[in-house]
């Protein structure tokens, strides 16, 4: 089993209402869990936010806390409710969905990566799926639930950055229609996980280092931000996912040689993003 269900990063002051989660970066990939999948251990990886932890590891010492995944994303899903159960995959499970993530695989225990490549040989039994969620989805969701808590009692208002990554190959149908190939993509639920205020203000500070920004497609915001996000009271969630091809080899799962120069470029854009908290808190103090 994983070691532990998150890391959680504070700063030494917590100086803004902003608050960072990785929920697909985990890489913890103990070998009780690896002998069990027909994968070998590079392609159980395919579906995981690889290095995203590294990339935004600069939000504490800018002011803002940090939370990271424990577990992979293959062995359960942060970003997925409790009670997305995939009866092709979990036996005891019941009845047919309508829900699309489950019917594709990719429920709170997943049934495949990357590419619709299955995970397991048989069917898990519930008993262990309820473990997986009691022993690392709630505790991460309840540390989540946390965080956004203090925010609101410090400053008032909530920010949750929802941290992602995407295959470049997202953004080919893009690509063919002429337009600019996106680099980042926001999902706010086409408005309903955040106020217009907050999603205009990071597509700045993106679109201020050159990177191109589009909002909601093909990526909309899955549990998270629509379970959390609640604008109408002060609790913001703006799902971030960033180009792989920008800082990684997809193909080996390796950084690649921008890596540093990535790093440095989305650490100024963190710097902006925390700034929404400062400048908020120095308005609801006039």
């Known amino acids: 089993m994983p070691s532990v ?10 100086r803004t209402s902003v608050i960072f989660a990785s929920p697909h970066s985990g890489r913890d990939y103990p070998w009780s869990f690896l002998r069990r999948t027909v994968l070998d251990e590079h392609s159980i990886r395919t579906s995981e936010d690889a290095f995203v932890d590294r990339l935004y590891e600069a939000a504490p010492g800018l002011g803002a806390p940090l939370l990271l995944a424990g577990a992979p ?18 036996d005891g499970v019941r009845g047919l969905t309508h829900n699309p993530r489950i019917a594709s695989g990719l ?3 997943p049934r495949v990566v990357a590419g619709g490549r299955a995970i397991y040989r048989g069917k898990l039994q519930l008993d262990e799926v309820q473990g997986r969620i009691t022993q690392y989805w709630r505790p991460y969701h309840a540390m989540l639930q946390r965080l956004l ?12 950055i929802d941290c992602h990554s995407m295959p470049h190959e997202a953004m080919d149908g893009i690509a063919r229609s002429g337009a600019r190939r996106p680099d980042v993509v926001l999902g706010d639920r086409f408005g309903a996980s955040a106020s217009s205020w907050v999603v205009d203000r990071i597509e700045a500070a993106f679109q201020g280092t050159g990177l191109v920004v589009a909002r909601n497609a093909p990526f909309a915001g899955a549990y998270t931000t629509q379970h959390y996000g609640r604008p109408a009271r002060n609790q913001h969630v703006v799902q971030i996912e960033v180009d792989r091809a920008l800082y990684m ?21 963190i710097g902006r993003i925390v700034d929404i908290g400062l400048r908020n808190q120095r308005l609801a103090a006039e």
């Open 249 to 269: 080899n997809e193909q080996l799962i390796r950084p690649n040689g921008n890596f540093v120069n990535f790093q440095k470029t989305l650490t100024s854009v």
């Open 107 to 109: 429920g709170v225990v």
């Open 5 to 14: 269900a998150y890391h959680l990063f504070r700063p030494e002051e917590t």
């Open 73 to 90: 994303r293959a062995f359960i899903d942060l970003n997925r409710s409790a009670d997305e159960l995939d009866p092709a995959l979990i």
């Open 149 to 160: 808590d203090e925010a609101h009692g410090q400053f008032g208002e909530a920010i949750l």
